[in-house]
């Protein structure tokens, strides 16, 4: 046997056990799984709004008497 025909084998054997990996573990991503469902967060009291901050100097016009 030469080095081309163990090179070639075991390159075979590698190929073989890689495929075989790939299989088994199944589509990278999310292709090809189910979606993930979506988490329910119980029902809680809706949050007041945050009291809005003055951005800048407030201008507020002065009638002239």
Known sequence: MSSESVGGI???IVAAIV???????????????PPKPAKVEP????????????RGPVIKEVPNQ
């Not at 495929?19 to 799984?33: D, E």
């Not at 029902?43 to 003055?54: E, F, I, L, Y």
């Open 43 to 54: 029902a809680a009291a809706p949050a007041a709004p945050a009291a809005t901050v003055p």
């Open 10 to 12: 075991l390159g075979a």
């Open 19 to 33: 495929l075989a990996v790939a299989v088994v573990f199944g589509p990278i991503g999310q292709y090809g799984k």
